[in-house]
T-cell receptor, first 116, second 114 residues
Framework: AQKVTQAQTEISVVEKEDVTLDCVYE???????LFWYKQPPSGELVFLIRRNSFDEQNEISGRYSWNFQKSTSSFNFTITASQVVDSAVYFC?????????????FGQGTRLTINP | NAGVTQTPKFQVLKTGQSMTLQCAQD?????MSWYRQDPGMGLRLIHY???????DQGEVPNGYNVSRSTTEDFPLRLLSAAPSQTSVYFC?????????????FGPGTRLTVT
C-alpha cells in the first residue's frame, strides 16, 4: 500500500537560513509519481513539483531544490535563503500508476515558519 | 480560465441537515476528486471520478455521495451531516485519469457541523 511520511510536524527557522523538509514514501509499484504542494496561510493548495520514479535527477528552481533518492525512498525539499513568504504547510504526495492510480496519497504535512 | 471553483467558501450545518458542495472546472479535465483536510492528517480522498458518468470511492467515502453528469461539474453531497464531517473540503482536477500529472485544487470549503 502507498504511504507518505513527513516526520517533521513543525519547523521554525530564522529568515535567510536554509531548511530541508523530509519526505519518505512507501510503494510496491515501480512506476509512480511524487509531488510537493504548498499551502500558505490563505489555505489554497499550490503545486510545486512533480517527479516520476524513473527520473532521479535533482531539480532546482530558484531558491527551491528537490533531492529524489530511490535507494532511500526519499524526496526531500530544500529552501535556500528562506524568506518569510515561504511560511506555509508543505505536503509531499505519491501517486501510483496502475491499479492504484486514482489515489493521490498525502503525507501529514510540515508546517514551516520563517521568522524575520 | 477560472481553474477549479468551489462554493460555498464557508458553511455551518446542524446535525442531520443535508447539503451539496459544488465544484466546477473549466480545463476539460477528465479526472476530478474530493478530499477532506483535518488537522494532523493531511488530505484524504473521499470520492473520485475518471470521467462523466463514472465515480468511485476513495479512502473515506462514508456519509458522502457524488455524481458526475458533466465533465465540468462534480458535486459532493452530505446526506445527513454529522459533527465528524467538520472539515475543510477540497475539490481537485487532473488532466489524466492515470495519475501521472499534478492535480489542481479549488480554494476549499470550510464546513462546520454543530
Amino acid at each position: 500500500a502507498q504511504k507518505v511520511t513527513q516526520a517533521q510536524t513543525e519547523i521554525s527557522v530564522v529568515e535567510k537560513e536554509d531548511v530541508t523538509l523530509d519526505c519518505v514514501y512507501e510503494t510496491r509499484d515501480t512506476t509512480y509519481y511524487l509531488f510537493w504542494y504548498k499551502q500558505p496561510p490563505s489555505g489554497e493548495l499550490v503545486f510545486l513539483i512533480r517527479r516520476n520514479s524513473f527520473d532521479e535527477q535533482n531539480e532546482i528552481s530558484g531558491r527551491y531544490s528537490w533531492n529524489f533518492q530511490k535507494s532511500t525512498s526519499s524526496f526531500n525539499f530544500t529552501i535556500t535563503a528562506s524568506q518569510v513568504v515561504d511560511s506555509a504547510v508543505y505536503f509531499c504526495a505519491l501517486s501510483e500508476v496502475g491499479g492504484g492510480a486514482q489515489k493521490l496519497v498525502f503525507g501529514q504535512g510540515t508546517r514551516l515558519t520563517i521568522n524575520p | 480560465n477560472a481553474g477549479v471553483t468551489q462554493t460555498p467558501k464557508f458553511q455551518v450545518l446542524k446535525t442531520g441537515q443535508s447539503m451539496t458542495l459544488q465544484c466546477a472546472q473549466d480545463m476539460n479535465h477528465e479526472y476530478m476528486s474530493w478530499y477532506r483536510q483535518d488537522p494532523g492528517m493531511g488530505l484524504r480522498l473521499i470520492h473520485y471520478s475518471v470521467g462523466a458518468g463514472i465515480t468511485d470511492q476513495g479512502e473515506v467515502p462514508n456519509g458522502y455521495n457524488v455524481s458526475r453528469s458533466t465533465t465540468e461539474d462534480f458535486p459532493l453531497r452530505l446526506l445527513s451531516a454529522a459533527p465528524s464531517q467538520t472539515s475543510v473540503y477540497f475539490c481537485a482536477s487532473r488532466r489524466d485519469p492515470v495519475g501521472s500529472y499534478e492535480q489542481y485544487f479549488g480554494p476549499g470549503t470550510r464546513l462546520t457541523v454543530t
